[in-house]
């Protein structure tokens, strides 16, 4: 019984939580957490204790000194009641790193998810390109030793079966490539999910998510400038360090307000025998001032890191825009070139097939049939290759807009998994299909064609001569040549002297070598007068 095949979304699903990317992306974000929780606490009371024990001894000038054990304890408890804004920003600074790092731990899912179909798609795609190159060398040798049997029964051609073995170098050549990039492929899949990649048998192709993709390419960038987690985690970094601005200013320049409680007890302390207890409640404001005035390098500094991370976002902004641009007019292309690839395809079928039919009464060489199947099986091949390029094209377009998720994932390996792709039109289209622009379709795969043995050919009765026509022609027309310029003949010495006509105005002169002859322009019927 075969191995059932193993969708993508599962192995994606246990990937998502084990893969050390996105531990990682996870740890930061509870991180982040934790500090928007430790900047919401500034704004709760600290209290402090302090309790001291031990011997002392204390001297006085006029009275008698005093040694005795001691005890103290200090509660005290500090209340912030205005800071002029510094808490407040710190906790909007660290809630924005809190949403930088979820984004952050979004990207990092995109990603995977996007590294793990790659990974996939290749190696199904190297699976069958190396099928295809190892069924083409095999029919190209099974071929050349047809052709060298007839070379040795005397009814076939040395050349032949030369340019056969060079044909059979070519195959050897392409399935040494695919096998280079299998191993590629394989090394990829083991990176990405950890693990030795399956066989192919257990491999299922997704369906292409083309009701997940956006009409026009205005509507994709307006996507990924609204939900793309990359520029989404510039950008809260830019307010977290605008709020890191903020907080820096306020506590340069702005004092501190603060309720304090305190309460003292006291045995044997400072000489004094016996139990104290003192309590005070106080309002404290605090102002600490560097005269160095490094105040404003704080700030400065505060405000260029705030323009850095601005900058950066413009950066990432213009990136993404020219990202989603380069992959919307890719997926055309590949598409476009996906059905033109097919349509080699079929066009080398139907060649091949006649082919067939014109080498069985002998108007077809051997070779002929020999390159033909071999173009099939490049066509085969590259057409399948085109066909995993729209969908990865696809899922990558789906990355940039921030709409791949392993929802969506789950959703395209269901029960349609391998079904024929189809790219949506422009916005223009209509349910009606009178207005609707032409869509690409592309077929769904098929393994590659079995070869089919040929024929060595046997000799067989002269085919009947066709029917002869009779064309009767028709009488020709005469017509006077154009003028041509006067020809000098020059013939070897000792011939006699070809004079001019009569009517030859003009003398030629001899160069003391031979003599000369002049042929006049005819006006009429060409003469030549030889004197």
């Known amino acids: 019984m075969p191995a059932r095949a193993t969708s993508i979304s599962a192995e994606v699903s246990s990937l998502l939580d084990t893969h050390p990317r996105i531990a990682s992306a996870r740890h930061e974000m509870n991180a982040a957490a934790q500090q928007v929780k430790e900047a919401v606490g500034k704004w709760f009371p600290d209290l402090e204790l302090t309790e001291d024990a031990g011997r002392e001894r204390y001297h006085r000038d006029a009275t008698k000194n005093t040694v005795a054990s001691f005890h103290q304890l200090d509660v005290r408890l500090t209340q912030k009641i205005w800071d002029f804004g510094k808490t407040n920003a710190d906790i909007r600074a660290a809630e924005y790193r809190w949403k930088a790092a979820k984004e952050n731990f979004r990207a990092a899912e995109h990603t995977i998810i996007y590294d793990a179909v790659l990974s996939y798609l290749n190696l199904m795609k190297s699976y069958r390109i190396l099928d295809y190159s190892k069924k083409s060398e095999e029919n190209i040798k099974r071929q050349a030793n047809l052709e060298s049997a007839m070379v040795v029964s005397g009814r076939g051609y040395q050349t032949d079966v030369l340019q056969a073995k060079a044909q059979l170098s070519g195959a050897e050549a392409r399935r040494v490539r695919a096998e280079g990039v299998i191993d590629q ?13 399956p066989a192919e048998s257990q491999m299922a192709l997704p369906r292409s998510p083309d009701e997940k993709l956006y009409r026009s390419r205005e ?20 307010r977290s360090a605008k709020e890191t601005a903020l907080s820096v200013a306020a506590d340069k320049y702005t004092p501190v307000v603060k309720g304090i409680v305190e309460s003292t007890h006291k045995n044997n302390v400072a000489g004094l025998m016996g139990y104290q207890s003192d309590q005070v409640a106080k309002v404290q404001i605090s102002f600490p001032f560097n005269l160095g005035f490094t105040a404003m390098n704080s700030v400065s500094a505060a405000v260029e890191t705030h323009s850095a991370t601005v900058a950066k976002e413009g ?14 007019k890719n997926l055309d292309v590949q598409k476009k070139n996906a059905g033109l690839l097919h349509n080699q395809a079929t066009l080398s079928e139907q060649f091949l097939e006649m082919a067939r039919e014109e080498r069985k009464i002998n108007r077809r060489s051997l070779i002929d049939i020999l390159q033909g199947e071999t173009q099939l099986y490049n066509a085969e091949s590259d057409a399948y290759s085109a066909d995993i390029d729209v969908i990865i094209s696809t899922f990558a377009l789906l990355q940039a807009t921030g709409d791949l998720t392993s929802d969506l994932l789950e959703e395209l390996t269901g029960a349609n998994a391998g079904a024929s792709i189809a790219l949506r039109g422009s916005e223009d289209d209509d349910t009606s299909g009178k207005n609707a622009k032409p869509v ?24 009947a001569p066709l029917p002869v026509r009779e064309v009767v022609a028709a009488p020709p027309v005469y017509s006077p040549p154009p003028a041509v310029e006067p020809v000098v003949l020059r013939p070897p010495k000792g011939m006699g002297r070809l004079a001019p006509a009569p009517s030859q105005t003009r003398a030629l002169e001899d160069d003391g070598l031979t003599d000369s002859v002049v042929l006049r322009p005819p006006t009429g019927p060409k003469k030549l007068f030889i004197q």
Do not use: C, W
């Open 315 to 328: 950066t990432v902004r213009i990136s993404l825009e020219e990202q989603v641009k380069g992959l919307f």
């Open 219 to 238: 509507q994709a960038i307006e996507a990924a400038l609204r939900q793309n987690p990359q520029l989404a985690s510039a950008r809260m970094t830019s």
């Open 185 to 197: 492929a394989v090394s990829h899949y083991q990176a990405v999910f950890l693990r030795d990649p």
């Open 440 to 463: 690409v379709q592309v077929r769904a795969m098929k393994p590659p064609p079995q070869p089919q043995p040929v024929q060595i050919a046997v000799p067989v009765p002269a085919p």
